[in-house]
C-alpha cells in the first residue's frame, strides 16, 4: 500500500465524522493549551515577579557591624564615603543595642491617671540619608540634616507608628518627647518605611545624641544601589567601610535575580503543570475511545479491505495515522491558542509576555504523539481481526 494511499485514506477516514472528529479533538487542543498557557504564564510571571524583586530588595544591602571596643569598626562619617563607590545611590549608619531597644518614651510630663503614661518604644541613631535609603516619605514636618548633627540639637524623628502611639498627629506647636525624663523636640513623623519596617516604630535621633543611650558606635550600615550593583557593592562595601579589619564585618546581600526567576518559575510551573498533564490525559483517553468505537463500526470495511489483499499493517497504519492526524491537528490549535492566552493575559495585567519559539514546535508534536499512543491499541485490534470473521 503506498504511502499517499495511506494518507488519503486516513484523512478520508478522519472526515468522514467531522463532528465526531471535532469532538475528539477538543481533548487535545484543551490538554496542549494548558500546557502552553502554563509554561508562558510561568515565564512571564516569573519575570515581572523579579522585576518587582528587584524595584526594592534587590537594591539593598545591610552590613551588620560587630562591637569593635575602644576602637569602633566604622565611624559615622564612613557611610557616607560609600557614596564614592559606582553604583551606590545612598548609604546609612545605625546604631542600637539593647538597652536602647526598650525605653519609655512620654509625651508630656504631666501625670494624667486617664491615659496611659508612657509608651516602651527603640530609640535608633541614625545619620540624616535614612530616608532617601530607606525610600521612606516625611509624613509631617523634616528629617534632621548635617546642620542638627553638628550643633548637637535634643531633635528627634518619629517612626509613624510610633508617632501613632504616641498620640503625635501634627507639629503645629512643635512636640517634645520625653526620654529619661530629658525633652526632646519633635521635627518629623516619617512613613513608608518598606525596607526597614522595625523603624516605624522607633525613634530616630541624631548621631551626636546617641551617647545618651548608650549608642555611641555603629552597628549597622544600610546602603542602597542601582540595580545590577548589589552583588559588586557587597564586596566592595566592607573594603570602604573598614579597610583594615573588612573580614570583621557581616555583609547581608539580596539572593541573585537569576535565582529568584528561575524558583518563581518553577514554583508555577510545578503548580500548573499537573492540570496540563491531566487535560493532555483527558484528551488522550478520549482519542482512544472514540478510536475503539470507530473500529467497531468499520469491522465490515476492514474485512473486505483483508479480503482484497490489505496485510494486518495496513489496517494498523491506517487506524494509526487516524489518530496521530487527530492529535496533531490538536496540538496545532491548541499552541495557537495557548500563545494567544498568554499575549492577552500579559497585556490585561500589562506585563511583558516571555513566549518561547520552541513551544509552537514542540505543541503539535506533543499532540501527534499523544495521538499515536492512545490509538494502539485500537489500531492492534482491528490489525488481528480475520476477514472471515470480519465479513460474517
Known amino acids: ?14 472526515l468522514a465524522r467531522p463532528m465526531r472528529s471535532a469532538l475528539t479533538t477538543l481533548g487535545t487542543v484543551l490538554g496542549i493549551t494548558t500546557l502552553v498557557v502554563t509554561l508562558g504564564i510561568a515565564a512571564t510571571a516569573g519575570n515581572q515577579i523579579v522585576g518587582r524583586f528587584d524595584e526594592l530588595l534587590a537594591t539593598s544591602i545591610t ?26 545611590t545612598s548609604a546609612t549608619a545605625l546604631a542600637q543595642s539593647d538597652d536602647s531597644s526598650n525605653l519609655v518614651v512620654t509625651a508630656n510630663n504631666l501625670l494624667d491617671p486617664t491615659r496611659v503614661a508612657g509608651q516602651t518604644l527603640a530609640v535608633v541613631a541614625a545619620t540624616p540619608d535614612l530616608p532617601e535609603t530607606t525610600r521612606g516619605r516625611m509624613v509631617a514636618g523634616r528629617f534632621y540634616d548635617a546642620g542638627h548633627v553638628a550643633r548637637h540639637d535634643r531633635v528627634v524623628v518619629l517612626g509613624e507608628q510610633a508617632a501613632e502611639m504616641l498620640g503625635i498627629t501634627s507639629l503645629e506647636h512643635s512636640p517634645a518627647v520625653f526620654i529619661k525624663d530629658r525633652a526632646y523636640t519633635v521635627i518629623g513623623i516619617v512613613g513608608g518605611l518598606r525596607r526597614e519596617q ?40 566592607p573594603l570602604a567601610l573598614s579597610p583594615d579589619r573588612s573580614g570583621e564585618l557581616q555583609v547581608i546581600a539580596p539572593p541573585s535575580p537569576k535565582r529568584a526567576r528561575d524558583g518563581a518559575q518553577d514554583d508555577v510551573n510545578g503548580l500548573f503543570l499537573v492540570l496540563g498533564l491531566v487535560s493532555l490525559v483527558v484528551g488522550a483517553v478520549g482519542i482512544a475511545n472514540v478510536t475503539l468505537v470507530t473500529v467497531m463500526e468499520r469491522v465490515s470495511e476492514i474485512g473486505l479491505r483483508r479480503a482484497l489483499g490489505a496485510a494486518r499493517r495496513h489496517i494498523a497504519a491506517q487506524f494509526l495515522l487516524e489518530s496521530s492526524l487527530i492529535g496533531l491537528t490538536g496540538g496545532v490549535i491548541g499552541a495557537s491558542l495557548g500563545m494567544v492566552a498568554v499575549v492577552a493575559v500579559a497585556a490585561v495585567r500589562q506585563w511583558t509576555p516571555v513566549l518561547d519559539v520552541r513551544l509552537a514546535l514542540v505543541a503539535p508534536v506533543a499532540g501527534a504523539l499523544v495521538g499515536l499512543l492512545a490509538g494502539l491499541y485500537p489500531a492492534l485490534r482491528a490489525a488481528r481481526m480475520e476477514p472471515v470473521d470480519a465479513l460474517r
Do not use: C, Y
Not at 504511502?3 to 478522519?14: F, N, Q, R, T, V
Open 1 to 14: 500500500m503506498k504511502l499517499l494511499d495511506l494518507w488519503a485514506e486516513s484523512l478520508a477516514g478522519m
Open 63 to 88: 552590613v551588620e557591624v560587630p562591637r569593635g571596643g575602644h576602637n569602633p569598626l566604622v565611624t559615622w562619617g564612613a557611610a557616607k564615603e560609600l557614596r564614592g563607590l559606582r553604583g551606590v
Open 198 to 237: 522595625i523603624l516605624s516604630s522607633a525613634v530616630l535621633v541624631p548621631p551626636g545624641l546617641g551617647p545618651d543611650f548608650g549608642l555611641k558606635d555603629v552597628t549597622r550600615v544600610l546602603v542602597a544601589t542601582q540595580l545590577g550593583a548589589a552583588e559588586l557593592i557587597a564586596r566592595q562595601a
